[in-house]
Structures are given as C-alpha cells and as structure tokens.
C-alpha cells in the first residue's frame, strides 16, 4: 500500500520510465531502459533496494481451456522478448478453485502478484479486499477508455476505483450449419426475432417420422447468460433501481423472455427439452446460440470439410425492444501485497500492456480483441468471423456481487423447463429466492 505522497511518486516514475520497456523496438533497449528506471527512481523510492537481475513475475489466472495456447504462446513470446529482465510465471488454475484461492492467498501474505479474473467477478473480488487498485498503473500507462472499444475499459472500475484493465471480451454468437440452410432453401442466417422462429421451424425435421426429430431448428440451455441475452433484447434485466438492489427478474419482460424459451421447447418444439442436447458439431442442431470459446473448433471443421458452420450476429434474435448479447470480459488485475514493490509493478504494467497491444493475436484464440488499434491490423482484418461478432451490441450483467443471479437464474430455468413449473411462479420464487441472497450478500459485505 502506498501510505505517502513521496511513495506515489516514485511508484509514477518507475512506470513512466518502465514505459520504454513497453516496445523493445524503441531506441532505448530494454537492459538500458531498466537500468534508466533504477538509477531514476532510487532516490523517490527511499529505503528501496535497486533492481538487480531478473523481476519474476507470480502470475495465477483460470484460462485452461483450448484458449491456453494462446496465453502459452504469448507469454512464451514475452519471456524471450524480455529475456534476463522480467520473467512471467504462468500457474494455470481452475476457475472453480481460482477465487477461493486467491483470498486465502492474500489474507495469508503470500499473494500471486498478477492475475486475470473474469468482470462479473469484479465487485465482488474487490469488496474482499484482495486487489490493488489500479488507476495510477493505467495513467501511467498513458491509457484512456477512448483506446478500447465500448464501453469495456470502464467495466474494470467498482465503487470509483479501476481495479481491472481489460484483456478481451469473450460472448456469444449465432452458429449456424450452412449445408442445412442450402437444404432448406434458406438465404443465410436470420436477421430479426419473427426470421429466427420461421427458420427454426424449417430447419426441425423428423425424417424417420418417430416424433423425435433427428435435427433440431434450434437449441437452448439453462444457463444465465443465453437467457439474459433473451431477456435483455425483450427490454428487462436481473436487477434496477439504485445500485441494482431491486430484483426486476419477474417483471412484464421477464415473463415474457421465459414463456418464449418454454414456447421453443413445448409449442413450436424447434427446441429440444433439458434432457436433450443436440451436438452442433456432429450437424444435429442448425442454429445454435453459443459461446466464442467455440469458434475455432467450428473453424476448424469447416476447414476440414466436416460440418460448415458459419457465424452470424445473436443480438436481435430473440426479442426486437433491444439489440443485445450477453458478454464477459477477461481482466488483469494486481493483488494486495504486503508492500508495493516498483520493479514488480513496472514489470507487471509492461506485461499487461504487451498483452493488450496484442490484442489481435489473443482474439484469435476465441475472444473479442479490446484495442482499438488492434483493429487496425492486418492481424485482425485476416479474423473474418471476428469482424461479424464485434459488430455486436454487447451487455454484461450488472455491476454488482449479485449481478450473475448467484445460480438463482438456473434455478428458475428448472423450474419452468424440467419442473415444467408456471412461468409466473418460477419466477417469483427465484425473484424471493434472490432478495434474501442479496440481503445476506451485503450484510456479509458491509455494503
């Protein structure tokens, strides 16, 4: 924690310095440009021993899924780039035991130094005092909102602090089996709620007539983000009024995006029920409303002449009140320590902006690049499924502890879809269910 005046200070002119570094390119090398940024700040940063060798860096982050090459690859990059200078050390944990870890890392002395936590988790991970805010790391940077896309910088910030500086987003889009559109007639992919239903109505063929079709017009799983996005472009959300404390989920909109998910199911049956789950991969399912994390296995197959999905926007889909997708965010984030060491900061803020100036190349793992000047590249204008996905209006829940619905949302989908409950009283059971957690949440919180 920086207690004085003079400790912020050096803390700025180590990173201001350490802004060389940044570019190995510059004309400063990098085994100067350190040695400038020892000598410079040796006399602000009092009591500081100077930087001699290598600055590892203890770096814990949940990416372990097929994205994880491309994080190898870049921090692999990075060390050779900064060789005998700054080292990143990678621990790859799994984001079910990630946070938890954390915390007890903290609260035991012995912190990770960098990590990437997930912007839904933001508010949450910051009322448990775990992180390092970070306003002087991005002004140093010479960082502003305006050199990120939307509204993403921003989405770091909680409570007037920014304790997170963006790495990508990560959000849904529309898959859809090409071949099966060539059958069916279909000119390509839906544009408009009433064009989605029609041509999941012709996409659903039982061929073997047994009532059960053997392709699906459609699909549609319980989970939080798929039916926010429903809910969100029928003009509601989980959460209103100041601060989000009050629980909207039931409202008029809220009814209305479950029936349409219900009605997918059980009235038009262009969707199968809970049990049932259409694998758009073996060509089972035409249209199917999924995760980025999927593009390149879908790239992948169509390259191979396997199954041609192709990729289309999802915002305007389900509803016509609102363009809107359901997105998340990847962001770096510093925690607490004992005592803020500059070379370490220096090091880490070198790091975070050699991932975010690469920006292109990470999104090409199954993310959204942030950077407007990524976009720029030729890197990127190679991405041709990228450029339709970040046309999208994207949404993240609210930014609050609670914004994700705590697994309350689940709970209402089963309800409705397996229970085979009402749609008005699954809602406000998971409406009661949710203002006790939120409740308990700031009672346990102090918020």
Known sequence: MLRTQKDRAGLVAVLLFGLLLLNPATVVPPSTALAATTAATATATAGQSSVSGQVTIEFWHGITGPDKEGLDLLIDKFNRLYAGKIRIQSTPIAWGEYYSKVVVAVAGGSPPDLGIIHRDRMPEVALQNVLRPLDDVFNALGLTDDDFIGRISREGIYGGKR??????IHTLLLFYNEDHFDQAGLPGPPQRAAQFLDYARKLTLDRNGDNQPDQWGTRFGIWGPQWYT???????????GENYTQVTVADPPGRNALQYVVDLMFKHKVAPPPEIWPDMFAGQVSMAVDGIWFLRQAQDLRNQGKVDLRVAKADRLYGDVAPAVWAGSHQFVIFRQPKDRPEKLQAMATFIDFMSRNSATWASFGQVAIRKDALATEEWRQLKDHQIIVQQQ?????PQPWGTGLGIIEDIMNRALRERQPVESALEAGKKQLEVRIKEFREQLGI
């Open 163 to 168: 304790y997170g500086i963006p790495l990508d």
């Open 230 to 240: 429903a809910l969100r472009q029928m003009g509601g959300d989980y959460f209103g």
């Open 394 to 398: 994207f949404v993240f829940f609210p």
